[in-house]
């Protein structure tokens, strides 16, 4: 497709136990990014990769959360012993940019919002 | 950790009204970005603007970069329901990282 894609588009799990949330960025695409918007709250960055190199996790808020893009492309967020607070969308955003200091637009996916029980 | 500060939080305005939102920071930008986000789905990018004093227009919006680059505002005239949604200003500190502010949720009455 022309945008990015992510799935599930929901998700219900139960606390404990662990999930994995998935995006297809635009082909082509250097950058990935990771954000989990809470409700009401504007989204909030969790890690960037530069094609398969993680250069940033500084925002990944605990130890359970891990995410991976081993080919360049694909990304796979995984948060493990979840709980109610890890409740949010996460959204997916790539980017053309190869580097900091450039203006290109992140193109963001429309999320996977995950429920914690 | 830089705070970008939108306000108002919420608007409800009539279809045909003017309106301006804002956004503020202790800290400077090297850039800023508006979003626009629609419930279900991802912010789609309105504009960026770069030079502070910048205004840039969109059709029916104006956009407006502080010369300092730490504030921005965004003008609708003549709101029309398709302007509802929420409105997200991001800053960019010279790194690749976006911060984001809580967004001000518009909501346009026919």
């Known amino acids: 497709g022309a945008g990015v894609s992510q799935s599930p588009r929901y998700k219900v799990a139960k606390r404990g136990q662990d999930v994995a949330l998935r995006c297809d960025p635009i082909s082509g695409h250097v950058s990935l990014f990771w954000y989990q918007q809470a409700l009401g709250q504007g989204p909030e960055f969790l890690t960037y990769f530069q094609n398969e190199a993680q250069l940033d996790k500084s925002g990944l808020p605990s130890d359970r959360f891990f995410a991976e893009r081993p080919e360049g492309s694909v990304s796979t967020l995984k948060i493990q012993r979840t709980q109610q607070e890890d409740s949010a969308v996460y959204l997916c955003a790539s980017s053309l940019a190869s580097g900091p200091r450039t203006n290109q637009p992140q193109h963001f996916g429309d999320g996977t919002r995950l429920s914690i029980l | 950790t830089q705070l970008l500060e939108q306000s108002p939080q919420f608007l409800s305005i009539q279809e045909g009204e003017n309106l301006t939102v804002y956004c503020n920071s202790s800290s400077v930008f090297s850039s800023l970005q508006w979003y626009r986000q629609e419930p279900g789905e991802g912010p789609v990018l309105l504009v960026t603007?770069?030079?502070?004093?910048e205004v840039k227009k969109l059709k029916r919006l104006t956009f407006q970069f502080g010369d300092a680059r730490k504030d921005s505002s965004l003008h609708i005239t003549a709101a029309q329901p398709g302007d509802t949604g929420l409105y997200l200003c991001?800053?960019?500190?010279?790194?690749?990282?976006?911060?984001f502010g809580k967004g001000t949720k518009l909501s346009v009455i026919p």
């Open positions: 991001a800053g960019r500190t010279g790194s690749y990282q976006l911060t």
């Open positions: 603007v770069v030079t502070g004093g």
